[in-house]
């Protein structure tokens, strides 16, 4: 295959272009607004940053694929509203830097973009995944994906604080991990112009030395639950924790082994949003592993704007698949 080619498709141009340059802005954000003064409950950082990368793809959308709808996860309501005259300034002061004409009424335009719904072909963006990773200056990802007759067909990620898809590293080059349909995925440098690398999946066929990926934050799913499955398959091997969906790019280089979304117990009829699984469902499938919810069916994505077909979520590198999807049947009865 020619990796190459693969790049240079139009689709695959606008997303890694859209996707680097959102995650740039974003960690401008991060690294002007986060401080240790910020209380706990402040969250105006990570709500600034979620409009400001909705901004900016939306608006190179508009540009490369005008007709392409984009199901985003932010409106500009809020943003419209009087009382959020600050947090508006601050949006379009970082917009701006990108698209130096920007105005209040255009930040909010390109940002309602994102209100539209699935359609045959249509674009779907994560602006920031993992509101609290952001927040500790840990791990967060921007998630752009295109789904074209159900099926996720580009996803790409922007990990600012990963190496080569799996390492942390704060304030390094960051990855890009960008996935297409049959072409594999590849990781290359944020920051930097080095030749992409493939990712593959490991090789661990062993519930014993899995490696659980594990959210630091366990509010949307089950953590006793997980740790009920771990006990049962005899697992061994310490979790590797971490937000967003890095963890799928972590589980494609091979860095992890399960991830588990099990519903949590104050949400059971909750269902995943498709931004929070479209692009790192790829990046996993691509790289030999599998996803699936948590009755072994396929992610649907022609439910709307949320994976309402779907009950929770199991990826994995393949081999381990079957074994979990056992685990979490004993566990369940």
Not at 213 to 231: F, M, N, P, W, Y
Request: glycine share 8%.
């Amino acid at each position: 295959m020619a990796i190459t080619r693969f790049l240079d498709g139009p689709e695959c141009r606008f997303a890694l272009n859209a996707v680097r340059r959102a995650t740039l802005l974003v960690q401008q954000v991060q690294h002007e607004l986060v401080s240790p003064a910020l209380t706990k409950e402040d969250r105006s950082p990570v709500t600034v940053a979620d409009f400001v990368a909705q901004a900016v793809v939306a608006r190179l959308l508009a540009e490369q694929f005008h007709a392409d709808p984009l199901v985003g996860e932010e409106d500009a309501g809020e943003l419209r509203h009087p009382d959020a005259n600050t947090t508006l300034q601050h949006v379009t002061a970082f917009v701006k830097r990108e698209f130096p004409a920007a105005t209040h009424s255009d930040v909010c335009d390109w940002i309602d973009r994102g209100g539209a719904q699935p359609a045959k072909r249509f674009w779907t963006l994560d602006p920031i995944d993992g509101t609290k990773g952001f927040l500790r200056k840990e791990q967060y990802a921007v998630a752009l994906a295109l789904v074209v007759d159900g099926h996720v067909r580009l996803g790409v990620l922007g990990c600012p604080n990963l190496r080569a898809g799996c390492e942390e590293m704060l304030d390094g080059p960051g990855s890009l991990v960008v996935a297409a349909a049959t072409e594999g995925t590849w990781v290359m440098p944020i920051k930097t112009d080095v030749e992409p690398v493939r990712l593959r999946v490991s090789s661990r066929s062993d519930t014993a030395s899995a490696r659980l990926l594990r959210s630091v934050e366990s509010e949307h799913t089950d953590a006793d639950k997980i740790g009920e499955l771990a006990a049962n398959l005899g697992v061994n091997a310490p979790p590797v924790k971490m937000d967003s969906q890095a963890k799928y790019s972590v589980l494609a280089a091979g860095g992890g082994d399960v991830l588990l979304r099990l519903l949590s117990p104050s949400k059971p009829n909750y269902r995943e949003k498709i931004w929070d699984q479209a692009a790192g469902s790829i990046v996993v499938e691509e790289a030999g592993g599998r996803i699936t919810d948590l009755d072994n069916k396929p992610l649907d994505f022609t439910q709307g704007r949320a994976l309402a077909a779907n009950r929770g979520v199991l990826a994995t590198n393949g081999l381990l698949h079957d074994a979990v999807l056992a685990g979490l049947r004993a566990v369940s009865t």
